[in-house]
Nanobody
Framework: QVQLAEAGGGSVQAGGSLRLSCAAS????????MAWYRRTPGKDREWVAK???????LYANFAKDRFTISQDSAGATLYLQMDNLKPEDTGVYYC?????????????????WGQGTQVTVSS
């Protein structure tokens, strides 16, 4: 069983930055699908960024050129660097992990989730 714990959320002004982290109970997750999702007020959960074992990174349109998903060398921690934050980025951000060696993963494939960390962006 993979356990995930997010950290790094907080409150910033528009244009500011935050770096979220997700610590995994397993030492190596680099062979799995990994992603960040978020839930903003009044909206369903939506994906933010994904990273696959082959190294490809995908970003939602709102995240492209502002957010960066990465992991440490050991594959034990997943990160989301968020720059130029906007008020509409406010919400709860979740770390998610899925199966190994998948060329692509969607919402239903992610079977491990963190508790979430709150991000608040003020204008």
């Amino acid at each position: 069983q993979v356990q995930l714990a997010e950290a790094g959320g907080g409150s910033v002004q528009a244009g500011g930055s935050l770096r979220l982290s997700c610590a995994a109970s397993e030492g190596t997750l680099s062979s799995r699908c990994m992603a960040w999702y978020r839930r903003t007020p009044g909206k369903d959960r939506e994906w933010v960024a994904k990273i696959y074992y082959h190294g490809d990174r995908l970003y939602a349109n709102f995240a492209k050129d502002r957010f960066t998903i990465s992991q440490d060398s050991a594959g034990a921690t997943l990160y989301l660097q968020m720059d130029n934050l906007k008020p509409e980025d406010t919400g709860v951000y979740y770390c998610a992990v899925g199966p190994e060696r998948r060329p692509y993963c969607e919402l239903r494939d992610f079977n491990y989730w963190g508790q979430g960390t709150q991000v608040t962006v003020s204008s």
